[in-house]
């Protein structure tokens, strides 16, 4: 029998490709080619890599649904690696995905996670709910533990609008691929104490999505303020926040240009109280 390395000799497919499976293409690929997930791989013994880093993500609901944003900033070390990466994705249509922690393999497995959730409704001619879409996520963080062990951890966030209850759902991870149910609002990386310090003086359930991205700005602001792996927004080049809000309408990043007059109005306002505001928006 052909092993799977010898097929493409062949000019056609391999038998894999064309045996009825399972829905879970992580699971697929475990079984065809495990080098190709994240987790697959393994360092030398002591061998140490210094990659980049990036944090932080807040999500917060609103009637109707979910936002999620993320800094711009990766940092390596005391170094800034990069200055406009993105941290927040599209995990289907009706989802988002936030990464902190090792840049790469993060956004590696958030591409692995659209890969899954596409080959899952191609295979089973559904959606996925929310909490399952959050369970697959779960499942791809504890395949990915052996790297964790050895400095290059991954621990999203995810986001979601719940058709079933017509509300965005947030759910969070620690390093081993626990799955925890958020509330309201929570946010994650280095500098998710300062922000979720920040979202507890702003959240209200009654937010619009408007107000929500405001929310948002301004915790991501005060994690900037006091965590120097968390990048501000830069006005001069142009840099802001990505936000994401997911309703039943789908997921909708928000575009610079309306994210500009946004994060300018912060920026006014903290020229006047550099600390920011003490109060919900309203």
């Known amino acids: 029998m052909e092993s799977n390395a010898d097929w493409g000799t062949r000019g056609g497919l391999p038998q894999a490709f064309l045996t009825p499976g399972i829905s879970s293409f992580s699971e697929f690929?475990?079984?065809?080619?495990?080098?190709?997930?994240?987790?697959?791989?393994?360092?030398?013994?002591?061998?140490?890599?210094?990659?980049?880093?990036?944090t932080t993500i807040v999500a917060l609901t609103?009637?109707?649904?979910?936002?999620?944003?993320?800094?711009?900033r990766a940092t390596m070390g005391n170094f800034?690696?990069?200055?406009?990466?993105?941290?927040?994705?599209?995990?289907?249509?009706?989802?988002?995905?936030?990464?902190?922690?090792?840049?790469?393999?993060?956004v590696e497995m958030v591409r692995l996670f659209q890969l899954e959730l596409?080959?899952?409704?191609?295979?089973?001619?559904v959606t996925l709910s929310t909490d399952g879409k959050a369970n697959r996520l779960a499942t791809?963080?504890?395949?990915?533990?052996?790297?964790?062990?050895?400095?290059l951890a991954v621990v999203p966030m995810f986001a979601g609008y719940d058709a079933e209850t017509g509300e965005g759902r947030i759910f969070s991870y620690d390093v081993t691929g626990g799955l925890y149910e958020e509330h309201d609002f929570y946010s994650v990386g280095s500098g998710s104490m300062?922000?979720?310090?920040?979202?507890?003086?702003?959240?209200?359930?009654?937010?619009?999505?408007?107000?929500?991205?405001?929310?948002?700005?301004?915790?991501?602001?005060?994690?900037?303020?006091?965590?120097?792996a968390t990048g501000g927004p830069d006005l001069f080049r142009?840099?802001?926040?990505?936000?994401?809000?997911?309703?039943?309408?789908?997921?909708?990043?928000?575009?610079?240009?309306?994210?500009?007059?946004?994060?300018?109005?912060?920026?006014?306002?903290?020229?006047v109280a550099p600390d920011g505001p003490r109060s919900p928006l309203r």
């Open 80 to 106: 800034i690696a990069q200055r406009d990466i993105e941290k927040v994705f599209p995990g289907d249509e009706f989802s988002a995905v936030g990464i902190a922690g090792t840049a790469g393999m993060a």
């Open 238 to 271: 142009k840099i802001f926040p990505v936000v994401a809000v997911v309703t039943e309408e789908g997921y909708r990043r928000l575009p610079d240009e309306e994210l500009a007059a946004l994060v300018e109005g912060v920026v006014d306002a903290r020229r």
């Open 118 to 125: 596409e080959h899952y409704e191609k295979i089973e001619g």
């Open 194 to 228: 300062f922000a979720r310090g920040a979202l507890k003086k702003l959240y209200r359930p009654d937010l619009t999505a408007e107000e929500a991205a405001v929310a948002a700005v301004q915790a991501l602001y005060d994690a900037a303020d006091d965590d120097s």
């Open 62 to 72: 609103f009637p109707g649904g979910v936002l999620m944003a993320g800094d711009r």
């Open 29 to 54: 690929l475990k079984g065809f080619a495990p080098e190709y997930l994240p987790g697959g791989r393994t360092l030398p013994a002591g061998a140490t890599v210094e990659a980049p880093h990036g």
């Open 140 to 151: 791809m963080i504890r395949g990915n533990l052996g790297l964790a062990m050895q400095g």
